[in-house]
């Protein structure tokens, strides 16, 4: 999928229907603190995860916004990346 950025909000064309659909965020809650952030095509209504988030993941965003070691904030940020993809996988169907 291609992510073509315009005046204002970004759009990208639906893999399904063909469409251009702006990418407009939504949140949806689980338990144990976990979100997922995600997007419809607004013409099919097909869902695009964007990212997932839970407690440390954010715990870890925090961190990451103060943290002034480079090598400290490099593994912070695979580590997100890491719980990221694996809480995006972990996700209902
Ligand atoms: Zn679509």
New binding site residues.
């Given amino acids: 999928m291609t992510v073509l950025f315009q005046t204002r909000q970004p759009t990208v064309r ?6 251009k ?1 702006p990418i407009t965020l939504k949140t949806r809650a689980y338990g144990r603190g976990k979100k997922e952030h995600y997007f419809t ?6 869902k695009y995860t964007s990212y997932c988030t839970d407690e440390q993941v954010r715990a870890w965003q925090k961190k990451a916004r103060t943290e002034t070691d480079s090598d400290q904030l490099l593994l912070l940020q695979t580590k997100m990346k890491e719980r990221m993809d694996k809480l995006k996988e972990e996700l209902p169907q």
């Fill in positions: 639906c893999n399904r229907c063909g469409h659909t095509c607004h013409t099919c209504r097909t």
